[in-house]
């Protein structure tokens, strides 16, 4: 016995999935950040010439020992060398981060917690490890006014504070992406795939009692 054809219900297709506004604003905190970094890095090795021109002419003025001279010479210069390399790398990583949470990568998210922790761990580490090495490389007080001096007035308030927005950052990223609407838009879903066939037409049970239709022969010609 046939059955009428069922027609195909195409079901729709669903859209990419939408990010919260939390998880927008996590991303964009993450770009602030990386642009931020970078420009902190650029900003220090365009003052590093000026700065160590003037720490030499200082340090020379007031008769120091060409030893701490050249000590501070060092210390001016390879702090924003090596921070600008950590901004770079800095950058890269948060950018990485900010396109893979828009994306709702679970991973992602927690590879960011991960960054954001080490980020203050090691912003508060930096700041303690540079402060007890100027403090310590130099008994002459004289070498550390002659550094302090050298910098711009607005440079060293510039730097405290792009480094507490920083930190800021770190913990307002993770603030944001541990929110129920973020859990919700992390939490893996099934990907939309082909359209589902409909189910087949119903099986009427006493279809083995109706007798077959009678088989047709040809009219003799």
């Not at 893979?100 to 991973?107: E, K, M, S, V, Y």
């Not at 099986?203 to 003799?220: F, G, I, L, S, Y």
Request: aromatic content about 6%; proline content about 12%; some cysteine.
């Amino acid at each position: 016995m046939s059955y009428p054809a069922q027609p195909l219900v195409q079901q729709p297709v669903s859209s990419a999935r939408r990010p919260p506004g939390v998880v927008r604003a996590a991303a964009a905190v993450l770009s602030l950040m990386a642009i931020g970094g970078l420009a902190y890095g650029a900003i220090g090795l365009a003052l590093m010439p000026g700065i160590v021109d003037n720490f030499q002419n200082a340090a020379a003025a007031a008769g120091l020992p060409s030893a701490d001279i050249d000590g501070g010479t060092t210390v001016l210069r390879g702090v924003p060398m090596a921070a600008a390399f950590v901004s770079v790398v800095a950058t890269v990583l948060l950018a990485v981060l900010a396109v893979g949470t828009l994306r709702g990568n679970p991973a992602v998210r927690i590879a960011t917690w991960i960054v954001c922790a080490l980020g203050l761990v090691s912003g508060g580490l930096a700041a303690v490890f540079g402060f007890v090495q100027q403090a310590g490389s130099f008994g002459d007080e004289a070498v550390l006014a002659a550094m302090g001096e050298a910098h711009p007035g607005w440079w060293p308030w510039t730097s405290v504070a792009l480094s507490l927005l920083q930190a800021l950052g770190y913990v307002v990223v993770a603030l944001l992406l541990a929110t129920p609407a973020a859990n919700g838009y992390f939490r893996r879903t099934p990907a939309a795939g082909a359209p589902t066939p409909p189910p087949p037409p119903p099986v009427d049970p006493t279809d083995w009692q109706r007798p077959d239709p009678p088989a047709t022969t040809p009219a003799p010609m």
